[in-house]
């Protein structure tokens, strides 16, 4: 199972930018990266998964550089709303799925 | 998309009872889900892997027979918290693997909005 680091807390502000980085150095071929999103008292919320190069939604984006040892999660203006707690999570995500092992998760908070 | 839903979302009982908290996957089955446990400011912790007809694998550190996990159907595990104590009070999230809406890559953990657990 991959290990993941990433920052305890971020801050920032309304409409800013917000690029928060995972690594993950031992990620194996077969794992995928995801990135979940939590309020306090509610069950983490998907936000975006990649295997590799960019992958962006209606939320988000997601870098993964060719070595895979990293991705940054990017969300484009934040607002006060976007204040929570982000994991990133790697593992396997095929039918012989096994369990996934949540790290510290980053504690974004954003001011006006 | 894949949902799943928790019930109850909040329980409060007295020491010594037991409590039971149901997960369902809605629209997709689930031949495997998780439990897992998350104490205020806290990371989540895996506490069981639900596997539907068979035995759960509990992490280290867990009481199965304290913390007892049934699957019986693809859309339906359940974590009963058996004589429990204030200092099982706790969230408790489960998850499944499915595909949420607009996703199209690879199959996600989807999770339940969770169960607030108050032991007096």
């Known amino acids: 199972l991959a290990k993941t680091t990433q920052p305890i807390s971020m801050d920032s502000y309304e409409g800013q930018e917000v690029n928060i980085t995972c690594s993950h150095n031992n990620i194996a071929t077969n794992d995928y990266i995801t990135w979940y999103q939590q309020f306090p008292s509610q069950g983490p919320r998907f936000i975006i998964q990649g295997y590799k190069t960019k992958v962006t939604n209606e939320v988000a984006s997601l870098f993964i550089p060719a070595d895979r040892k990293s991705s940054t999660l990017s969300l484009p203006r934040v607002s006060l709303s976007d204040t929570a707690v982000y994991y990133c999570l790697v593992g396997p995500m095929n039918t012989g799925f096994q369990k996934l092992v949540f790290g510290t998760g980053t504690r974004l908070l954003v001011s006006p | 998309g894949a949902v799943v839903s928790q019930h109850p979302s909040r329980v409060i009982c007295k020491s010594g009872t037991s409590v039971k908290i149901e997960c369902r996957s809605l629209d997709f089955q689930a031949t495997t889900m998780f439990w897992y446990r998350q104490f205020p400011k806290q990371s989540l912790m895996l506490m069981a892997t639900s596997n539907e007809g068979s035995k759960a694998t509990y992490e280290q550190g867990v009481e199965k027979d304290k913390f007892l996990i049934n699957h019986a159907s693809l859309t339906l595990s359940t974590l009963t918290v058996t004589s429990a104590h204030p200092e099982d009070s706790s969230f408790y999230i489960c998850?499944?693997?499915?595909?949420?809406?607009?996703?199209?890559?690879?199959?996600?953990?989807?999770f339940g909005a969770g169960s607030r657990l108050t032991v007096l």
């Open positions: 998850s499944a693997i499915g595909s949420p809406v607009h996703h199209s890559g690879a199959n996600v953990l989807t």
